[in-house]
């Protein structure tokens, strides 16, 4: 079974600290994203990487980065912590062809 | 753009049927479909792609109509372990990685 492993489950920040949310995956795969999930308004894809150090904006962007040294890994970046950054964040991976995305348990990110 | 879903909530009796939708305004290459239970990851049910197919899972099944870019997920004779939010991710003809989701249906299940 594919293993999506986000490094926290909750974590609490104060306005303005750099946050790295962090993902790791064990399939080898390709693919990996990173979502937003507020309620009412369902996933929303923040960034997604297609390979090594390879990366493309999803449809919220601002205020994040993301950085993809290795295959396995993805990690998530808030530069400067707002409190509109306060959400759940999922990570998902998915290998080539069209195949399920596989999902971490997610990390639910407060910044206070 | 987000696919749109309808209903945003059902609520049923154990046993009783439902239909949930997902419309996009796309031209989709895969809709995919995913339950969430409160505080999980989503779990994967399944994908249709392209090519108007349709697909069973035990009691769950679904369909995508490409010419409308619709599509279907149907449940019958619904258990108390369907609940969960329901949510479609479509993937654009050229795009085929990368998944939108709607906003979700929160199905309720009661004895």
């Known amino acids: 079974d594919v293993k999506v492993t986000q490094s926290s489950r909750y974590l609490v920040k104060r306005t303005g600290e750099k946050v790295f949310l962090e993902c790791v995956q064990d399939m080898d795969h390709e693919n990996m994203f990173w979502y937003r999930q507020d309620p009412g308004l369902g996933l929303r894809l923040i960034y997604f990487?297609?390979?090594?150090?390879?990366?493309e904006k999803g449809d919220i962007p601002e205020g994040y980065s993301v950085s993809r040294e290795k295959k396995e890994r993805f990690s998530l970046i808030l530069e400067s912590a707002s409190t509109n950054q306060t959400s759940m964040y999922l990570c998902a991976s998915v290998g080539t062809g069209p195949q399920p995305q596989h999902f971490g348990d997610g990390t639910r990110l407060s910044i206070l | 753009q987000q696919p749109v879903q309808s209903p945003q909530a059902v609520i049923l009796r154990e046993g009783e049927d439902a239909v949930i939708n997902c419309s996009s305004s796309?031209?989709?290459?895969?809709v995919h479909w995913y339950r969430q239970k409160h505080g999980e990851a989503p779990v994967f049910l399944m994908i249709l792609l392209k090519g108007g197919e349709q697909k069973g899972h035990d009691k769950i099944s679904a369909s995508f109509n490409e010419k409308k870019q619709q599509s279907s997920l149907y449940l019958t004779a619904s258990q108390l372990s369907y609940s969960g939010t329901y949510f479609c991710?479509?993937?654009?003809?050229?795009?085929?990685?990368?998944?939108?989701f709607g906003k979700g249906t929160l199905l309720t299940v009661n004895p």
């Open positions: 990487s297609y390979d090594v150090k390879m990366k």
């Open positions: 991710g479509t993937a654009e003809i050229g795009s085929n990685y990368k998944l939108t």
């Open positions: 796309k031209a989709l290459y895969s």
